[in-house]
C-alpha cells in the first residue's frame, strides 16, 4: 500500500521540514519530492503536511505516520538484506555531539546493533567542532554534530534555530552583562552566542564553562545564566527566554552527518548506520 520510495522522501521532507533540502538529501528533483508526497497522501487519505510558501509543518496524521514510515522501512531493509545474504560487518569508529546526551540516540544505536550484531561499534561523544577535528585526523569513521557555520559539507539531518534558554524564573537585566552558559572552545554554539552578543554590543561574562551538557543544564537549572540551545532539544526543565528582555537573535543550526575517510573495513557499516539515523532523525528533537 505504502511505497518504500514514497516513504523515505516522506522522512527527509519530515524531518527538515523542507522539499528544497529533502530533494538535496535524497538526490531527487524537488518536483519528484512533491510528488513522492502527494502519492503517499493520495494513498493514506489523509493530508501529512501543511505547507505554504514560507514553511512546512506536519499535520497530525503526518506525526503519526513518522512511527509507521520508520517501522515498514526497518522491516523491508531487514527482508532485504535476509534473502540477498549481506551482513554488515566491521569496526566502525562513531562519533556523536554532547547535544544528544538527552534524545532518543540510544534506541538508533539499540537498533543498529540488533540489525547488525557483527559490527563493532565504537562511540565518542564530544563537542562538535572537536567530532570535526577527529574527523579530518582520521580518527572517527563517521560523526552526528552540528555543521560549522563556514563548513558546507555533510549531509543533512535536520535544521534547527538556536535560541536562549534558562530556568524559567530567571530574569536578565538590560543593564547588567548577560551572564552566558557555555561549552568551551572549539565549542560552535559559543561561537556563534559570543558573535551574536558582540555584533548588538551587549556585554556578556562567563557564568559557567562545562564540556559536559548535563553540566550546563544544572547550571541552568540553578539559575545562574542563559545558554545558547536548539530549539527542538530544549532540556526538561529549562523554557526559552522572552523576547521582550531583548537578547540577540542567533540564526539556524544545522546537525549534519559527515563521513570520514572511507576505511574499506568501515565503509558499509558507516554507510548503514547513516541511513539509520536518517530513517530515525525525527526521533532525535522530537519528544
Request: overall charge positive; proline content about 6%; hydrophobic content about 40%.
Amino acid at each position: 500500500m505504502y511505497d518504500p520510495a514514497h516513504l523515505r522522501t516522506f522522512l527527509a521532507v519530515a524531518q527538515t521540514l523542507s522539499f528544497t533540502q529533502a530533494a538535496r538529501r535524497l538526490g531527487l528533483r524537488q518536483s519528484t519530492v512533491s510528488q513522492h508526497v502527494r502519492r503517499l497522501e493520495d494513498a493514506t487519505g489523509r493530508p501529512l503536511f501543511t505547507r505554504d510558501t514560507h514553511s512546512v509543518e506536519l499535520t497530525e496524521d503526518g506525526e503519526a505516520m513518522l512511527g509507521f514510515a520508520r517501522r515498514i522501512l526497518e522491516a523491508h531493509e531487514q527482508a532485504a538484506a535476509f534473502f540477498t545474504g549481506t551482513r554488515v560487518r566491521g569496526r566502525l569508529r562513531f562519533g556523536a555531539s554532547e547535544d544528544f546526551v538527552l534524545t532518543r540516540l540510544p534506541e538508533i544505536l539499540e537498533g543498529f546493533r540488533h540489525q547488525h550484531p557483527e559490527v563493532d561499534l565504537e562511540l565518542t561523544v564530544e563537542l562538535s567542532g572537536t567530532l570535526h577535528a577527529q574527523l579530518a585526523a582520521g580518527g572517527l569513521d563517521l560523526i552526528l554534530a552540528k555543521r560549522r557555520p563556514q563548513d558546507t559539507h555533510g549531509e543533512l539531518v535536520w535544521h534547527d534555530e538556536l535560541v536562549w534558554i534558562g530556568a524559567e524564573r530567571l530574569r536578565p537585566e538590560p543593564d547588567r552583562p548577560v551572564p552566558l552558559i557555555v561549552y568551551p572552545p572549539p565549542g560552535i554554539t559559543r561561537a556563534l552566542a559570543l558573535e551574536a552578543l558582540e555584533r548588538q554590543g551587549r556585554p556578556w561574562r562567563i557564568a559557567c564553562t562545562s564540556g559536559s551538557l548535563n553540566g550546563l543544564i544544572a547550571a541552568a537549572r540553578a539559575g545562574l545564566g542563559v545558554m545558547a540551545h536548539a530549539r527542538g532539544l530544549v532540556p526538561p526543565g529549562l523554557v526559552r527566554v522572552p523576547d521582550r528582555f531583548g537578547l540577540p537573535q542567533l540564526g539556524g543550526v544545522d546537525f549534519v552527518l559527515v563521513h570520514g575517510r572511507r576505511r574499506p573495513s568501515a565503509q558499509h557499516a558507516a554507510d548503514a548506520l547513516a541511513a539509520a539515523i536518517l530513517a530515525g532523525g525525527d526521533r532525535l528533537h522530537r519528544r
